[in-house]
């Protein structure tokens, strides 16, 4: 049996973020992560490119994190586009007289995570244990004893942070509100001969949704959202055919296209969990609200959560309360609703909205884009809020 102040079950990017805020407050921490030591320092690419707001940034630099990812791997992003049908008036995003360079930035998720796991292996009072998975989890007095597969560890807060299908939340009989899409996401790289101008365009097509992520290096990031069935064939076809069927997809707009990565794909669920606490116990990232990539949320919300969390726990130290205390973590899941729940329910009506078919969609987003380009207030408030400023650095 060892001691850990807190314990953190998932050391995806929201797990090792937290383990670096909570130990920055002097608390020893061990993060248990399923897979094997050597995938965790060196996460192979999984397609996903993450597109983090200005506060994002800031966050992972205060961690520690940022100093990590290459400079070729943050694509700004200066301006975003959404369409919907083939010739219909866009609705636009950009940075014009906000004083940045980029509404925000784009950085693959497994950089992310190699930053973390990096930044958090060089800290002493961080206790990486790879190839471990929890067996239970129980309550004894005021501490949580966490049985794993390498032993026991004692604590007095346990943290559940692995993943929208999270199995601690289960073992926490934590219920949680789910929303199956029925589509999946199909997310590679692909070189193109036309420039990109770092734009973003994400349009709503009948029958498929399609977003371009601009990436350095002549890339775009394709992300392509369809039935289940035609993600599973699109991921097999040969290479030709495939670069010839997204070319198709896209209307040519970049030109010759070349798929230079793995393909992955993703079944878009959105959960969202009845409680973030328990006595002893939190949970954070996707496991606490595992949202439709749709928004590009997902993770930004899941720094902000863990961010939280360190900063009641610092004021419940202040106080006198152990990092455990249910008045700490009851603050914490208060304010963590409240920067969640509004987003969430927003989040699923676009994606519900913007992949129906029937016409009564259709002709609701035609009007829907033109009406919101035509607001300037609306478009500013967006636009602030995609690139969330608070306590913004410029990246470098
Ligand atoms: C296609 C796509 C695009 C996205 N784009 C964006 C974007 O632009 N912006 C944005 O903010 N977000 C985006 N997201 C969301 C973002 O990827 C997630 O929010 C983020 O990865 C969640 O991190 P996490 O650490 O909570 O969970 P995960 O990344 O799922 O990590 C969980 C970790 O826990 C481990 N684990 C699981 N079970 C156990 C167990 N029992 N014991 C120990 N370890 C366990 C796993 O191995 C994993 O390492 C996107 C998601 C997808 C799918």
Known sequence: MTYHDVTIMGGGPTGLAAALSLEALGLSVAVLERAGAPAWAEPAFDGREIALTHHSVSVLKALGAWEHIPQVAISPLRQARVETGRRNHPLTFDTQGRGVD???????????????????????????????????????????????????????????????????????????????????????????????????????????????LPVNGGASSVVLTLPPDQIERLRMLDRDAFNAEIMERVGNRLGNMRLVST??????????????????????????????????????????????????????????????????????????????????????????VYTRDEPAFRVLRQAGLRVADALAPFKSMVTEMLMDREGQHRPG
């Open 263 to 352: 393909r992955h794909s993703y079944p878009l669920r959105a959960v969202y969990a009845h409680r973030f606490v328990a006595p002893g116990f939190a949970l954070l990232g996707d496991a606490a609200v595992g949202m439709h990539p749709i928004t590009a949320h997902g993770f930004n919300l899941g720094l902000k959560g863990q961010e939280s969390l360190a900063q009641e726990v610092a004021a419940g130290l202040a106080r006198g309360e152990q990092p455990g205390s249910l008045a700490t973590l009851r603050r914490f899941e208060r304010r963590h609703r409240l920067a969640t729940a509004p987003l969430f329910a927003a989040t699923n009506g676009i994606a519900t």
């Open 102 to 212: 980029a509404l925000g930035y784009l950085v693959s998720n497994h950089c992310i995570r190699r930053g973390l796991y990096l930044a958090a292996s060089n800290r002493p009072n961080i206790h990486l244990l790879g190839g471990t998975v929890t067996r239970h989890i129980r309550r004894i007095g005021e501490d949580m004893t966490v049985v794993h597969t390498g032993g026991e560890i004692r604590s007095r807060l346990a943290i559940g942070a692995d993943g929208r299908f999270s199995q601690l939340r289960r073992m926490q009989r934590i219920g949680a509100v789910m929303h199956d899409f029925r589509r999946s996401m199909l997310v590679c790289r692909m070189a193109h001969d036309l420039p990109h101008h770092h734009v973003a365009t994400q349009w709503f097509d009948e029958g498929q949704t399609v977003a371009l």
